[in-house]
């Protein structure tokens, strides 16, 4: 659970910083821009992976496990929302 807590404040402060240099109004654009955007989405995907492939070792270790198979099914979940999130964010960055 810390894992996509820690995908989701990753992904708020990329956001975030998106966000802040576009509404700078003394920042131009910068020839960057779309690099860093590139640079983001890497991060965001290499941040769901991390996530699910801790999700899926945790349940290997005990997948007999009811309880543990419900979080590791809520976990993937969140961090999947989280991913959706972010990209959405990135692909209207885009646009």
Do not use: C
Request: aromatic share 8%; net charge neutral.
């Amino acid at each position: 659970m810390r894992a996509v807590g820690a995908i989701l404040a990753a992904a708020t402060v990329l956001l975030w910083v998106s966000d802040a240099r576009e509404a700078a109004v003394d920042l131009p654009p910068s020839p960057w821009d779309a690099h860093l955007l590139d640079l983001e989405e890497k991060a965001i995907e290499n941040a769901y992976l991390r996530q699910i492939d801790l999700l899926y070792g945790n349940w290997m270790k005990d997948f007999a496990d009811q309880k543990v198979e419900q979080r590791v099914a809520t976990g993937a979940r969140n961090a999947r929302n989280a991913y959706v999130r972010a990209m959405t964010q990135i692909e209207a960055k885009r646009k």
